[in-house]
Each structure stands twice: as structure tokens, then as C-alpha cells.
């Protein structure tokens, strides 16, 4: 959200719940999940499954205004692995969130003379990707290589194997969302409420022991 965006809702003086979103929690409620936790709860089944290698495929927000956002999933990915000393730069590829950029980028990925043997995916989207990419170049998922996606969009549980991710409960997050909203308008509450809801690691078939 841009500066300008975010002045504009603040000059609003009515009630404001952000979802998956909290920029102000002094100023607004909101409801949000924890990437912190999301994103290790992904690597922790990574490494159950004895993978050491381990490839992460992001992306980058630009607001209207040219503002960039880095992903959370990124630094929390960079900052687990390099505590457990399994950090590798050059397994880190950054691109759009859409499915062409994953394509390309596990391609330069399965390029590297020592690849990874797994990739965890900012989100779902990117990962039909990477299914068309290993498809392409004779890889087998989860056998050449496991996937990790995260959003668990509808199509996830149809993808050939069906996709491992993390499931962030989105609807009930609108819920939760409403609800504030709703207590907001009927009390005289001045504290603002950040209510974080939990993910799920929603196991499937894309990703394989290899210990």
C-alpha cells in the first residue's frame, strides 16, 4: 500500500479492518496471518524429509508509486536456512508472482551444476509453473524434485501430483474481519485488535522423503 493510499483511508475517521494487512496496529484493526511461522512450518517438513538443498522462487510488490516490497517469505527463508548453515544464494530466484516467471525460474535453477533438491514457492500460482518447467525438461515431482507452494488455491489438490502448501484459511479471515468490523460499530472500543490466524501444512504428493 502506498503513502498516499494509506493517508487517504486514515483521513476516512470511520471504522477500517485490513486483511492480511496491518499497517498501523496502533490506528486500525486488522487480521493477518504469520509468514514467520507459515514459512517454517514449509522448511521444517523440507528438512523431516532429509533435504538440505533447498530452493526458494518469489517475488517482488511495486506500488503505484514505485515503491518496492520484499517478501517476508524471503527473508524468513534466507534467515532459517542460514542458522542451520544450509544457506545457498544462488538458489535464491526472484521474479513476478505469476506462473511464467516460475517456469523460467526453475529452469535457471535446474541449470546450477548442483541443484536443489527441493524449492519452497512464495505462492501457488508461481508453482503451476514450475510444473510445466519440469514437465518440459524430463523431471519428475517429487522424485528429481519436491515442491512446497503456499495459498492452497482451489486448483492445488488437481495439480499432477497434487501441490504440498500451506493454507492460510482466507475465508476465515474475512469472517474474523467482519466480526471486528461488526464489534467496532456496536461498542465504544478504542483499543485497536491484531488478531493473527494460524496456516495449515496441507501435505500431498509434491514433495518426497530423500533421506
Do not use: W
Not at 64 to 93: A, M, P, T
Request: hydrophobic share 40%.
Amino acid at each position: 500500500m502506498s503513502k498516499k493510499t494509506f493517508e487517504r483511508i486514515s483521513g476516512f475517521q470511520k471504522p477500517v479492518v485490513f486483511i492480511d494487512s496491518s499497517p498501523d496496529p496502533d490506528l486500525f484493526d486488522s487480521v493477518v496471518i504469520d509468514f514467520h511461522k507459515a514459512t517454517r512450518k514449509a522448511l521444517d517438513y523440507l528438512l523431516e524429509l532429509g533435504h538440505t538443498k533447498i530452493g526458494f522462487i518469489g517475488g517482488v510488490d511495486t506500488d503505484k508509486s514505485g515503491n518496492h516490497y520484499y517478501d517476508l517469505r524471503q527473508e524468513v527463508f534466507e534467515n532459517y536456512l542460514k542458522n542451520k548453515g544450509l544457506y545457498h544464494e544462488e538458489y535464491i530466484k526472484i521474479g513476478g508472482y505469476n506462473p511464467k516467471d516460475g517456469y523460467l525460474l526453475l529452469k535457471q535453477l535446474l541449470e546450477l551444476k548442483e541443484k536443489p533438491t527441493a524449492v519452497f514457492v512464495a505462492n501457488d500460482t508461481i508453482a503451476v509453473g514450475l510444473y510445466k518447467a519440469c514437465s518440459e525438461l524430463g523431471y519428475r515431482i517429487p522424485e528429481d524434485i519436491s515442491i512446497i507452494g503456499f495459498n492452497d488455491i482451489s486448483a492445488a489438490q488437481f495439480m499432477v501430483p497434487p501441490l504440498t502448501t500451506i493454507r492460510l484459511n482466507t475465508e476465515f479471515m474475512g469472517e474474523v474481519a467482519v466480526t471486528l468490523m461488526q464489534d467496532r460499530l456496536n461498542s465504544a472500543r478504542e483499543i485497536c485488535m491484531k488478531i493473527t490466524i494460524p496456516t495449515k501444512l496441507i501435505i500431498r504428493e509434491s514433495a518426497v522423503d530423500v533421506k
